[in-house]
Each structure stands twice: as structure tokens, then as C-alpha cells.
């Protein structure tokens, strides 16, 4: 994945709730997530972004429905190398196993 630019917002549709977007948020930065006026802010330190989720229709294929979100993440802090290492975190912990 390329480093952002400075002010780059990157914008993402996931097939996931917005509950499981948190948790597997937590699970990749324990302790440094925190939300307030539905803005989650994740605080690496050096580095933090803010991400804003909104619900998008659910993805309907046969009987199966997908639950899907658009995500924005606006990186707030740190160099292009720190933002790229905390989005490669993110995407590491958003990955479910399946087969």
C-alpha cells in the first residue's frame, strides 16, 4: 500500500458492522482507541488518525446479506512512514480467517 500524502483522506468500503470495526480496531491498538461524537481517534503516539464510519446499504447476494461501511481515515499525525506502518497495522487486524 503507498504512503499517504500529508492531508490525505483515504476512503474504504468494508464488508463489516461498525461493532466489528471497533473491535478488531482495538484489537490492533489495545488502550488507544477512543471515540467521541462518532469520530474514532486512535493515538499511536507519534502517530494518530480519526476514522468516520458510516453504514452503507447491506450488499444482498441471494439470501446472503453483507453488512458494508465506508470508512474515512484522515491521519492526524506522524511521518509518511509511521502512517503507512499504522494502516498496515489496521489492515492486519481487520483480516478474518476463511478459506
Excluded: C, Y
Excluded at 4 to 30: D, K
Excluded at 34 to 49: K, P, S, W, Y
Excluded at 64 to 78: C, D, E, F, H, Y
Amino acid at each position: 500500500m503507498p504512503a499517504p500524502t500529508p492531508l490525505e483522506t483515504i476512503e474504504r468500503e468494508v464488508w463489516t458492522t461498525p461493532e466489528e470495526f471497533r473491535h478488531g480496531l482495538e484489537l490492533a491498538f489495545p488502550g488507544r482507541v477512543a471515540e467521541h461524537d462518532g469520530v474514532l481517534r486512535v493515538d499511536g503516539g507519534e502517530v494518530a488518525m480519526e476514522i468516520e464510519l458510516r453504514s452503507m446499504t447491506p450488499r444482498t447476494i441471494a439470501l446472503l446479506n453483507l453488512p458494508r461501511l465506508k470508512v474515512s481515515i484522515r491521519m492526524t499525525a506522524g511521518t509518511l512512514e509511521q502512517r503507512a506502518a499504522m494502516l498496515t497495522r489496521m489492515d492486519l487486524a481487520m483480516h478474518r480467517g476463511g478459506g
